[in-house]
């Protein structure tokens, strides 16, 4: 419901009365307010709200209400509550309980501020018991005044003084940027002259407000019932015009504090029984979120166990299909073992010992190639190395096709022969020099049988054949 993007039904606006209460739905758009359905219930059809969920704005018409500014205390609202209580309690105006709240206009410094309060006797705020705080969402219950102030602000930022009538009282209220200055009740039952005690409450506020804060009203606003007409007061000085909320507020231009009550909820007087309702339904909505969130975390816990049984179902198949597979190769392998074994001939059995030792102590094929590599000088390297046995012609090694027939060798001749072609990249005679060197290197290690050496204009090529020592 606080979602302001979208067109949806915040709630309920309410102004309690004696018998019937104006209510109206109201909803709450990127443009503003609306207020839709605006109608008259008696008190059990005003209960009937709580039913119908959604909250509750709230004012009602106080019969007495004491408003004035002061500097007091701004460390905590507690101490703010006291001492303006203090300060309430040294005027003697109330006989019985009462109730304050206060809104901050500014700081003055770092312990006090300028507040405006509005005091009211409990009797008259008791009238919000006629709504079931079991079942019922207040978000903010004040006196009509503060309803009034909070619309007018909406149109002028300036100080202002609005006539507001109604069928038993006429209130005149001053206000600035929806904090209560002032606030004058004229009970109309008890009046023998409306217009001369209202005109009279007027030039009193105005003398208030221009020798207690140096303001002059820049408005003078008429609302409510005609009893008191704007001719009246035009007649005694007073230029007062008609509050108009074209460009306030769209689809009504009547009803005031209902669409006050919508606005910032300043002087809230809603009581702790109220207040303890709201802030467990808020606590349930909080709730309901977190049962969501673990139900969703629960459906995805729950997929991703089904998912892993399936995985384990699988690989599970796959082992025991593996397993089977082993079983089947062991035993092959078992039956190979023991034909092996009873067909084991042990008469050849010193030759292949023989034969193997013989093959362990030749010279090994990487261990020529390295030793050959090691030595290879700078500007030198090697294009060929022929490994082959003792009396094999190594010119007729590399025109043998595979798969030819080749005389086999015994491997009782641990001697190789060594052929090893390569190039010289430098001129004549360093490359002769180099060509020496290398070869010194060679007959250290392998006894030397021949060397060729031939250069040409800028390198040289050599071919050295050598043999392995046993």
């Known amino acids: 419901m606080d979602d302001m993007n979208r067109k949806t039904k915040l709630g ?63 460390v905590s609202n507690e101490a703010t509550l006291a001492h303006i209580r203090s300060n309430v309690d040294k005027t003697g105006l109330f006989k019985e309980n009462y109730s304050i709240s206060f809104k901050k206009i500014h700081d003055i410094d770092n312990v006090r501020g300028k507040f405006s309060f509005l005091a009211i006797p409990a009797s008259d705020i008791n009238k919000i018991e006629l709504l079931d705080d079991k079942t019922i969402l207040i978000d903010s219950y004040r006196p009509i005044e503060a309803s009034i102030a909070s619309a007018v602000s909406r149109k002028t930022h300036n100080m202002v003084v609005t006539i507001f009538e109604d069928d038993h009282h006429v209130r005149i209220i001053a206000s600035k940027q929806g904090a209560i200055y ?68 769209s689809g009504t231009s009547s009803n005031v504090e209902l669409f006050g009550n919508v606005l910032d909820a300043e002087y809230d007087f809603t009581p702790d029984n109220y207040k303890f309702t709201k802030q467990l339904s808020l606590y349930s909505k909080y709730s309901i979120a977190v049962s969501a969130l673990f139900i969703l975390i629960s459906f995805v816990l729950l997929f991703m166990g089904v998912k892993n049984t399936y995985t384990a179902h ?68 090697i294009t060929k190395i022929i490994v082959a046995r003792s009396g094999v012609d190594m010119n007729t090694i590399s025109q043998d096709r595979p798969g030819r027939n080749t005389q086999t060798h015994s491997t009782r001749d641990n001697t190789l022969s060594v052929r090893i072609d390569g190039i010289i ?45 046993p």
């Not at 309920?12 to 219930?41: F, S, W």
């Not at 002769?432 to 049988?449: D, G, H, M, R």
């Open 12 to 74: 309920y606006t309410v102004c309690l009365g004696d018998d019937m209460h104006k209510t109206a739905q109201y909803r709450k758009t990127n443009e503003g307010v609306i207020l839709e359905q605006m109608q008259c219930l008696t008190s059990e059809e005003l209960r009937g709200l709580g039913k119908k969920g959604g909250s509750v704005a709230a004012c009602f018409c106080a019969r007495s209400i004491y408003a004035d500014l002061g500097d007091f205390s701004s």
């Open 182 to 249: 002032y606030v004058i009740t004229i009970n109309k039952m008890e009046s023998f002259d409306l217009t001369a005690e209202a005109v009279s409450g007027i030039s009193e506020m105005i003398s208030l407000l221009k020798n207690s804060y140096n303001e002059s009203p820049g408005h003078f606003f008429i609302m409510g019932e005609n009893e008191l007409s704007l001719n009246d007061l035009k007649e005694n000085d007073i230029d007062a015009e008609p509050f108009d909320m074209e460009g306030v507020i």
């Open 314 to 381: 699988h690989y599970l198949d796959k082992t025991d299909e593996l397993q089977e597979a082993y079983l089947k190769n062991l035993s092959k392998l078992e039956v190979d073992y023991n034909a092996l074994c009873t067909k084991l001939d042990f008469s050849n059995i010193n030759s292949i010992i023989g034969m193997y030792r013989d093959f362990e102590a030749e010279p090994k094929l990487y261990t020529i190639l390295s030793t050959i590599t090691d030595r290879v000088p700078e500007h030198a390297s």
């Open 425 to 469: 990249k430098t001129l004549y005679p360093h490359s002769k020099s180099t060509f020496a060197s290398f070869l010194s290197n060679i007959q250290e290690l392998y006894p030397v049988s021949q060397a060729t050496f031939a250069h040409t204009q800028d390198s040289a090529r050599f071919s050295v054949e050598c043999e392995t020592a």
